[in-house]
């Protein structure tokens, strides 16, 4: 199971953390990703950690702005957004990817095993 937390409203050019709790898996063995969703759009790619948290990936809107980051004893995978902006506003899902590999960046919704229930974020311009 994945609890995603963290969302709200936050004016643009402000922060954000999110958090995802991961429970009823083995954490360390797992890829982590963030994804998200904004009205009337499909669901797209935003950041993915590697099960080592050695590897990272961003969509190229978020490079620079947004930092994931795991911490395996807690099994919780964090995604720190900073200078947030209108078009960051969507519902934010985490999810886990088996994988195989210590450096595996999975950017595709398929790869992914598991979902959280999604944690709103709004930026006012």
């Known amino acids: 199971q994945l609890q995603a937390s963290g969302g709200g409203l936050v004016q643009a050019g402000g922060s954000l953390r999110l958090s995802c709790a991961a429970s009823?898996?083995?954490?360390?063995?797992?890829?982590m990703g963030w994804f998200r969703q904004a009205p009337g759009k499909e669901r797209e790619f935003v950041a993915t950690?590697?099960?080592?948290?050695?590897?990272?990936k961003y969509a190229d809107s978020v490079e620079g702005r947004f930092t994931i980051s795991r911490d395996s004893p807690k099994n919780t995978v964090a995604l720190q957004m900073n200078s947030l902006k209108s078009e960051d506003t969507a519902v934010y899902f985490c999810a886990a990817d088996k994988s195989g590999s210590f450096l595996d960046t999975p950017i595709r919704e398929y790869e992914y095993d598991y979902w959280g229930q999604g944690t709103q974020v709004t930026v006012s311009s």
């Open positions: 009823g898996i083995t954490f360390s063995t797992y890829a």
């Open positions: 950690i590697s099960r080592s948290g050695g590897t990272t």
